[in-house]
């Protein structure tokens, strides 16, 4: 798993360092700040601690801070990422671009970019794989696959055999092109594989 790991962040970072990842990261940065970059009143008074508690605790009232709770779901609403996973760092992006912080700003908007780098990496690998051939993936796997994994959770202790044998009987009673035995039991260890934390 760390291997895997070890490989998604050099994806990552080549990714980051692309040209047209910096100049889509400039452009929504400029954005972002052409929409909330004017100061809110009282702001100059307030510490990146005051907006993270009254962002997790919404103590007291502060419509300073309100306001930027607001505009950090209208940036995630317009950035199309979760305010749930990225909320936290969008309030503090726009708070550091009102307080004219733009380094610490856009430390936090890379956070912001993540789902524009996986989706970066994700087409990057595709292309990668799809460059080293090889037959496509069997129509009736996903099918296959949902099988056995029906068989097992209703059958824990059952053999890779009966799982394996399953999964051919109800394949074949359907398609008259199901695959080899060889080639489910291959999906089947490699799926149960995916699925071990630490495989």
Same mark, same amino acid.
């Given at each position: 798993m760390i291997a895997r790991i070890e490989a998604m962040r050099i994806l990552d970072e080549q990714s980051a360092s692309r040209g047209q990842y910096k100049e889509v990261s400039q452009q929504l940065y400029s954005l972002a700040r052409q929409l909330f970059g004017e100061p809110t009143a009282g702001i100059e008074l307030l510490t990146l601690d005051d907006v993270l508690n009254f962002y997790q605790y919404k103590e007291g009232d502060h419509p300073s801070l309100s306001l930027i709770i607001k505009q950090s779901h209208v940036?995630?609403?317009?950035?199309?990422?979760?305010?749930?996973?990225?909320?936290? =760092? !969008?309030?503090?992006?726009?708070?550091m671009m009102q307080k004219k912080e733009h380094e610490i700003a856009r430390s936090f908007f890379t956070v912001l970019m993540r789902p524009?780098?996986?989706?970066?990496?994700?087409?990057?690998?595709?292309?990668?794989?799809?460059?080293?051939?090889g037959r496509p993936p069997s129509a009736h796997k996903v099918e296959g696959l949902r099988?056995?994994?029906?068989?097992?959770?209703?059958?824990? =202790? !059952?053999p890779m055999v009966s799982v394996v044998n399953e999964v051919i009987a109800r394949l074949t009673s359907t398609h008259t092109d199901a695959p080899s035995a060889r080639t489910i039991k291959r999906w089947i260890i490699a799926d149960e594989q995916s699925e071990r934390p630490y495989a």
């Open positions: 940036l995630c609403k317009e950035m199309h990422i979760s305010k749930k996973i990225y909320g936290v =760092s !969008a309030v503090c992006c726009i708070f524009l780098v996986a989706l970066y990496r994700t087409r990057t690998d595709a292309q990668r794989r799809g460059l080293q051939g099988i056995a994994r029906e068989f097992r959770a209703g059958n824990p =202790s !059952a």
